[in-house]
């Protein structure tokens, strides 16, 4: 799943899920070097994850 797919799924800006990967709230894998911002896949396991732990909150 994308950055942007999870920060419109959990209602987020997409820095904020840039964050939560950044702190290691969220599994991902960087795709390619990337400019300003790099691009990710997020684990849809650890997204689950971090919803069933937040009780649907951040």
Known sequence: MS???AAIL???SEV????????????AVKI???GRTSHYRIYKESLDELVRKSKGGL
Request: no cysteine.
């Open 32 to 34: 390619g070097k990337g």
């Open 10 to 12: 959990l209602k987020k």
């Open 3 to 5: 950055v942007r797919e």
């Open 16 to 27: 904020t899920i840039r964050r939560l990967i950044n702190d290691d709230f969220l599994k």
